[in-house]
């Protein structure tokens, strides 16, 4: 089944490349008055005219499909890679939320049993059936509005049951949607209760992580790298386990301190490293040359109040940054890329271009998906966001923050 996309005002995000860095990142290529063909799941070819109008446009001749789908001179753009996200949880902390609004700090919340250990709580009261339900509806949300791949973590079950039992739901969530999803091991997210930090550290590296590989469920390992939760030297040994079963590394790091959390994660060769709230040079200088995507997560930042990280500081040294949705009960409930990719262009002051490439190519890079997805190319997976009209500007994006801007969304190829 061949589908034509005709009467393209703007097909944004062309690329080649696996992953955007310096200047590179403030360059979207795209082709105006353009066509895009959708053959099966995958994206069959493409054409259009230059952006610049000093280049000759020839004409061209459209090829033979199916169906055709008139876009009316919107903007076709791939769909929305969030590299970072926390949505199977069950339950809501919204307790926590007006606790926060009068004033409590977090360790005063957590001595109220909030946080990590109240989702993790409610995760292992949920039923498997319940924890996919409840699920199910966050990703569903996600990619109405457009996300096309997004990586789930676990890390509320704390004991080798619930973090199977959390994995096997986003097993399911993968088999039953079409995005693409990744599942990141995230045991080391809290110390479970009643445990001492280096028992639950060996229970990580001896039995959870094994049993993790055994059955497959996650390609990916995490830490939350984090003065009070785990050092950079427990990091290590987590990830030495992890590596030893072929699993590949993302990291929470420097969310809350300058936590060393970057240096592990490169050492081990990380896909990314996220948060990077509080940065120095020292980070930056470790980054360059590696294979690490730099991933910040500003809806954390916008939902507690904290600072931004330094994007800009990145990309001025050569490097790229990703930007993902960090979708978790406490401290980020939204799955909105858009408007990660408003907060990245007005508190983190990335231009339209760079928010664009941080929020597709860059993500999909950050989760080991960009020879898949993240931008237009030839034989790359037909994940598309058809816009209203209207919007034919990369720009209007971010800037109209708030106006519906979806007509449609395609997910290997399929309109949802
Ligand atoms: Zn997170």
């Known amino acids: ?65 199916d169906l055709i789908l008139d876009a009316e001179g919107a903007m076709l753009m791939p769909a929305f890679c969030d590299s970072h996200t926390h949505v199977v949880y069950a339950g809501s902390r919204l307790k926590e939320f007006e606790d926060k609004i009068k004033g409590l700090s977090y360790a005063e919340i957590a001595a109220r049993g909030g946080g990590i250990l109240n989702s993790a709580d409610r995760t292992h009261s949920a039923s498997e059936e319940d924890l996919y339900r409840q699920s199910m509806e966050r990703v569903l949300e996600m990619m109405a509005k457009g996300s096309g791949a997004i990586e789930i973590k676990s890390g509320y079950g704390l004991n080798t049951a619930d973090e199977l039992k959390m994995l096997r739901v986003i097993k399911r969530i993968a088999d039953s949607v079409p995005a693409h999803i990744k599942a990141t091991f995230l045991g080391a997210h809290a110390v479970a209760r009643g445990m001492s930090k280096e028992d639950y550290v060996k229970q990580v590296c001896d039995e959870m992580i094994p049993a993790v590989a055994a059955e497959k469920l996650a390609e990916y390992v995490d830490v939350f790298c984090e003065k009070g939760f785990f050092s950079p030297e427990d990091t290590d040994l987590i990830l030495t386990s992890a590596g030893k079963y072929g699993m590949k590394v993302k990291l929470h790091a420097n969310q809350l301190h300058v936590s060393g959390g970057v240096q592990v994660g490169v050492k081990h060769n990380a896909l990314s490293v996220d948060h990077l709230e509080r940065t120095t040079d020292a980070e930056i200088a470790c980054l360059k040359g590696s294979v690490t995507m730099p991933t910040m997560l ?29 979708y978790n009960p406490g401290s980020s409930p939204s799955g909105d890329m858009r408007f990660i990719m408003a907060l ?36 790359k997976s037909a994940n598309l966001i058809l816009t209203k009209q209207g919007f034919n500007e990369i720009g209007s994006i971010a800037y109209l923050y708030q106006t519906p801007f979806i007509r449609k969304v395609f997910l290997k190829g399929k309109e949802i």
């Open 298 to 326: 500003p809806g954390a930042s916008f939902f507690l109040r904290e600072p931004y990280g330094n994007a800009k500081g990145f990309i001025e040294n050569g490097l790229g940054v990703a930007l993902a949705s960090d």
């Open 344 to 379: 990245g262009c007005i508190w983190m002051r990335l231009t339209p271009e760079q928010a664009f490439n941080a929020v597709t190519l860059n993500g999909a890079y950050a989760m080991g998906l960009s020879n898949i997805v993240g931008s237009i190319a030839k034989g």
């Open 1 to 65: 089944m061949k589908t034509l996309i005709k009467n393209i005002g703007l097909l944004a995000g062309i690329s080649e490349s696996t992953r955007k860095e310096g200047p590179d990142m403030g360059v979207v290529h795209c082709l105006k008055d353009a066509w895009l063909l959708v053959d099966g799941d995958i994206i069959a070819g493409f054409g259009g005219k230059s952006v610049d109008e000093s280049s000759p446009n020839a004409e061209e001749t459209l090829p033979e499909s």
